[in-house]
């Protein structure tokens, strides 16, 4: 099943990605397990922000909060892989829970969509979801 979002969002995340060629970018997402309708950037606070992202843990808890009481609902979250491509690592796999969270990532000026699953075919956490992009309107 492809999950739809704006190609609003997907030049977005990808307009992002490309002015942070040395550091991964990282941002929340949001809608329902059908469309992806919001992208949040957040800062990326890892250690090594060059290898691997950790989204802000005053983003993600602001997120959670308004979440709670009826704002926009988090579905997953997109990250930039600056000199890799847009496959989960086993980095990504570690820290995946298998919950059904959609990760994009953006990787050579393109943005792929994964869902975090138990026994997935792609370092045995993800499987591919296609992205539907379209024009917003």
Do not use: K
Not at 26 to 31: I, K, P, S, V
Not at 68 to 96: C, L, N
Not at 115 to 136: H, K, N, T, W, Y
């Amino acid at each position: 099943m492809a999950v739809t979002i704006a190609s609003e969002l997907v030049r977005q995340i990808l307009t992002e990605a490309a002015a942070s060629p040395q550091v991964e970018i990282c941002g929340l997402l949001f809608g329902d397990a059908q469309a992806i309708t919001a992208a949040l950037p957040c800062r990326n606070v890892a250690a090594d922000p060059a290898r691997w992202f950790e989204i802000d843990p005053a983003a993600l808890v602001a997120a959670h909060r308004a979440a709670r009481t009826g704002g926009p609902q988090i579905v997953g979250h997109y990250h930039s892989h600056p000199t890799g491509v847009a496959v989960p690592s086993p980095r990504d796999a570690e820290s995946a829970m298998a919950d059904g969270a959609l990760w994009l990532i953006a990787a050579g000026g393109v943005v792929r969509g994964w869902r975090a699953v138990a026994d997935g075919p792609v370092e045995g956490r993800f499987e591919r979801v296609a992205l539907d992009a379209r024009p917003i309107g």
